[in-house]
């Protein structure tokens, strides 16, 4: 079985640049999560989605930041503005029935110049 | 911010032999959970723990629960290069009324292996 897909592997753009990351989530997982890691603050849990709900985006950064689920197969994370803050790897995860055996993809690597 | 505090930062040991790893944290945590990371790829999970004083073991990984609920160890015995990577502990919490439940993780072990 595929595991979690990101999409793109790597992402350089300007800052004020519009920036959309994607995840394909595990087929029959109902958990999805979106992380950060940076080497300072390692990683850290912006948003999580059950059954396509998003259950707690205390993560999200600002306003910038705004995740969506809108099926049981495919989330996006949008940066609008990008900033060089933001750079860092993201990660998707996923998992079944509870929220502790997560799944992660190969994540993106972001970088705002 | 984490609240977890894994401990050490990083550990050069020879091949062959064996490894030990904690985290601790000033509040409980329900759940404790191993995950190894390797360059370019995302944290895949070695053991999953759920009962306090817990001991769980996956091939030469031991991981336990502490009995108090606010550290838990891994062990690796007997070295190998593949061994290589970021160790992460992950646990659920902390407790805290009106919060979502959700995994928070440690800042993470990097060992390297020397042949």
């Known amino acids: 079985d595929a595991g979690v897909i990101q999409s793109p592997r790597h992402e350089v753009t300007e800052m004020g640049q519009e920036v959309t990351l994607r995840c394909k989530p595990i087929?029959?997982?109902?958990?999805l999560f979106w992380y950060r890691q940076t080497m300072m603050r390692g990683l850290e849990l912006l948003i999580y989605?059950?059954?396509?709900?998003?259950?707690?985006d205390s993560g999200m950064p600002e306003d910038r930041f705004s995740a969506k689920m809108p099926n049981a197969s495919f989330s996006t994370l949008k940066i609008q503005p990008s900033e060089p803050r933001d750079s860092a790897v993201y990660f998707c995860a996923s998992s079944f029935g509870t929220i502790y055996e997560q799944y992660f993809g190969p994540g993106t690597r972001l970088t705002v110049t | 911010g984490q609240q977890l505090n894994q401990s050490p930062q990083s550990m050069f040991i020879q091949e062959g032999e064996d490894v030990s790893m904690n985290c601790t944290s000033s509040?409980?945590?329900?759940?404790w959970l191993w995950y190894k990371q390797e360059p370019g790829e995302g944290p895949v999970l070695l053991i999953a723990l759920y009962k306090a004083g817990e001991l769980t073991s996956n091939g030469r990984l031991t991981a336990q629960f502490g009995i108090t609920r606010k550290d838990s160890f891994l062990n690796i015995s007997a070295s190998i290069p593949s061994d290589v990577g970021i160790y992460f502990c992950?646990?659920?919490?902390?407790?805290?009324?009106?919060?979502?439940?959700?995994?928070?993780f440690g800042s993470g072990t990097q060992l390297t292996v020397l042949p």
């Open positions: 087929s029959g997982h109902d958990y």
């Open positions: 509040s409980i945590f329900n759940t």
């Open positions: 989605f059950n059954n396509n709900v998003p259950i707690d």
């Open positions: 992950a646990g659920e919490g902390p407790i805290s009324s009106g919060s979502a439940r959700q995994l928070t």
